[in-house]
């Protein structure tokens, strides 16, 4: 392990030592090796990639496979998805989580058609302007699709240019992260013929050989040139201190139907579940029984609890099923909704499991 901080003059010695074998070899191995036959590969529709790489932020591959195609069907190209209402959008996305990502895509749309004739711009100075895309998604987008020459910076290549190169920055710190950046530039293969394969291999290196726990260094392609892996701790790598506090949360969910129908509402565009539908919700279990003892049920049947594990907070949800004797309204504002429209909403995934 090194004693003291490595210099940019150490670094750069690094990628110079680099270059001539480290692009060559990852481009054999993500050809014969790598991922080819996810829907998103095999084509240069910048609509596909773009949205691909929106959907896989924070989500693995298996669980973005099914959204994906059901997506494409519902909203073909960027037109149809600019041109949709904004409840159709995030009915779409619903169960897939972190649904700013959903409105983002909503704007993004609406920006492309709007600002650009419905063709996406064909560098990443140009695709970063547009709303929920920022630098590493641009240039995915322009590397896949234009053949740019230029780095992406997501979680898996930070981890392999981490440990590549030892780099003992801080990536929490923004100044850190711009040092690797730069690095990640100077490794760029020569040719943008080559960029779309090796884009995708970075992705694949560190989605495989080198991922975040227990490393596979024995059958990673590029082993030999690791820092990391001479100093014998990779896993050290990459070097990032902040970590996220965790909080809780507990709530109270009231399911008020009638005749089959179930009552909506829905969220605030901003914040958690921003925009989605559900059902009531309260602070505290009185508050909830004031408003069940309002409709005409005096002991609403209690749920088994839910818990929501979020990025930030564990949420807990008590859940309370009111079945009115009577039609009546409910405070709020809100909608009756039948329970065989259900599937029209946009609705958080464990409340559509809890009414499933």
């Known amino acids: 392990m090194p004693t003291t901080p490595l210099t940019d003059h ?57 959204y994906y195609r059901r997506f494409l069907e519902r909203f073909p190209d960027v037109a149809a998805l600019a ?15 972190y649904y700013s990502r959903a409105r983002n895509l909503h704007k993004c749309a609406q920006a492309v058609v709007e600002r650009h004739g419905g063709a996406f711009p064909p560098s990443a100075a140009a695709l970063a302007e547009l709303p929920g895309i920022g630098r590493s998604t641009a240039a995915a987008i322009a590397s896949f699709c234009f053949g ?26 923004a100044a850190q992260e711009k040092r690797l950046w730069r690095l990640a530039e100077a490794l760029l293969p020569v040719s943008a013929d080559d960029m779309p394969a090796y884009t995708q291999g970075m992705m694949d290196l560190g989605a495989s050989h080198c991922a975040t726990r227990s490393p596979q260094c024995l059958l990673c392609p ?111 504002e809100g909608v009756w909704v039948a329970r065989e429209r259900l599937g029209d909403y946009a609705l958080p995934a464990p409340l559509r499991k809890l009414l499933d």
Not at 44 to 54: F, G, H, K, N, T
Not at 301 to 323: G, I, N, S
């Open 222 to 332: 590029v082993s030999e040139l690791c820092a990391g892996l001479a100093e014998g701790e990779p896993a050290r790598y990459p070097i990032k201190t902040k970590k996220l506090k965790r909080g809780s949360r507990e709530n109270w969910w009231l399911w008020i139907e009638h005749e089959g129908r179930v009552w909506l509402q829905q969220r605030p565009a901003e914040g958690v579940w921003g925009g989605l539908w559900t059902l009531p919700l309260f602070d505290d279990e009185s508050a909830l029984t004031a408003q069940s003892a309002a409709l005409g049920v005096a002991a609403p049947e209690t749920l088994p609890r839910v818990k929501h594990v979020l990025t930030h907070f564990d949420w807990l949800l008590h859940p309370r099923r009111a079945l009115l004797p009577r039609e009546a309204r409910p405070a709020g």
């Open 148 to 173: 740019e020459r230029v780095a992406i910076l997501d979680g898996n290549v930070k981890r392999v240019l981490g440990r590549l190169l030892a780099f003992d920055g801080d990536l929490a710190s």
């Open 10 to 66: 150490d670094l750069d010695t690094r990628v110079n030592d680099l270059r001539d074998d480290f692009a060559p070899r990852l481009l054999a191995w993500q050809r014969r090796e790598g991922r080819h036959d996810l829907p998103w590969q095999n084509t240069r529709d910048p609509y596909r990639v773009w949205l691909s790489e929106i959907m896989l932020q924070q989500t693995q591959v298996t669980t973005v496979l099914g």
């Open 83 to 97: 041109a949709a209402p904004n409840d159709e959008v995030m009915a779409a996305w619903a169960g897939l989580g």
